[in-house]
């Protein structure tokens, strides 16, 4: 799997009716967010088997190295997908929204991880340092 962009919708899509403009950022690239805002992650991977429903989930948190390597997860949430049954690998493009509340204190440096819960084969990318929240 690999992320391949970044959105700061103002407004939660999910509930406001028009949610505010969206401003795209490239895999890498900081974004700054506040809350009320909402991150969407678009993601791309190719997939590969019997047609399924699975979770991509997105995290923002903190990327732990030492002494083990773990993603504490500080906002997160999950969306259902569907996928496709393929005999061969099939491209697919996906995107989660996670929405930016006061359960994440203001900062710098978090870190995105993005998942499908019930096909680990595509992979967990973890972008390190992207993410500032002030508040």
């Keep these: 799997m690999i992320i391949t962009g970044l959105e700061v919708i103002q407004g939660n899509p999910g509930i406001s009716a028009n949610p505010g403009p969206a401003v795209r950022a490239l895999p890498g690239e900081k974004v700054e967010l506040t809350y009320g805002d909402t991150l969407r992650v678009n993601v791309s991977f190719d997939y590969r088997g019997p047609a399924m429903e699975t ?10 190295a030492f002494p083990t390597e773990r993603f504490i997860v500080l ?6 997908i569907d996928l496709p049954k393929s005999p061969d690998f099939t491209p697919c ?3 989660v929204d996670i929405a930016i509340t006061s359960d994440i204190d203001p900062g710098t440096d978090y870190d995105l991880s993005v998942s499908l819960l019930d096909y680990r084969e595509a992979g967990h990318p973890t972008i390190v340092n992207v993410i500032n929240i002030v508040g």
């Excluded at 979770?55 to 732990?64: D, S």
């Excluded at 906002?75 to 259902?80: I, R």
């Design 55 to 64: 979770t991509l989930e997105g995290a923002i948190g903190e990327f732990r």
């Design 75 to 80: 906002l997160k949430n999950g969306v259902e």
């Design 93 to 95: 493009e996906r995107s």
